[in-house]
C-alpha cells in the first residue's frame, strides 16, 4: 500500500512540475520571443552626453539646501522665479514647530531656466544664510557602478 502511495505522489509531482514554466514550455528560442527585432531595445535618446540632471516627468528639479527655518513658499517663489516660470515648490514643514526643515524643491519645465537658477542662486544668499542650489535628480558618469558590498566586507 506505501509503495502505490509513493508511486501515485512521485507520478503526480512529475506531471505538475516544480515551479513555473521549467521544461518544454521555455524551449522557446530568442527570435521569436520578442515581437519585432528579436529583443533588440531601442535606447531613448539623450540631448546631453550620460551625466547630468535627470528629468522628472514634467520637468527639472532643484533642491535648494541651508535655508532659514522661516522662509516660505513665497520667499522662495520670488527669488527662483526671476529665472523662469516656477511650475511647483516643495518646502516640508517640521510637525513639531512648525518651521521649514532647510530644504525646498523647486520645478522647472526646461533645462535653459533650471540650469541659470543653479548658476545663479547656488551661494546667493536668503535670509542671511548662503543657499546651496544644485539638481535633485542627476545620473551618475557613464559607466561607472556604485558598490554594493557591506561596509563591514570592505
Known amino acids: ?50 551625466s547630468g540632471p535627470q528629468k522628472s516627468v514634467e520637468g527639472y528639479i532643484l533642491i535648494a539646501c541651508n535655508l532659514h527655518e522661516e522662509c516660505t513658499e513665497e520667499d522662495i517663489y520670488d527669488r527662483f522665479s526671476e529665472f523662469g516660470e516656477v511650475k511647483n515648490i516643495h518646502l516640508n514643514l517640521d510637525r513639531r514647530t512648525g518651521f521649514t526643515k532647510g530644504y525646498a524643491l523647486i520645478e522647472y519645465q526646461h533645462f535653459k531656466e533650471a540650469q541659470s537658477a543653479i548658476e545663479a542662486l547656488h551661494g546667493a544668499e536668503l535670509h542671511d544664510r548662503l543657499l546651496e542650489v544644485s539638481w535633485a535628480f542627476s545620473r551618475g558618469p557613464v ?9 563591514s566586507e570592505k
Open 1 to 50: 500500500m506505501e509503495d502505490r502511495m509513493q508511486l501515485i505522489s512521485s507520478e503526480t509531482f512529475e506531471e505538475r512540475g516544480r515551479g513555473r514554466g521549467i521544461g518544454a514550455a521555455m524551449d522557446v528560442d530568442e527570435e521569436g520571443r520578442y515581437a519585432g527585432k528579436g529583443g533588440v531595445f531601442e535606447r531613448l535618446g539623450t540631448d546631453r552626453d550620460g
Open 143 to 151: 559607466g561607472t557602478r556604485l558598490s554594493t558590498r557591506r561596509r
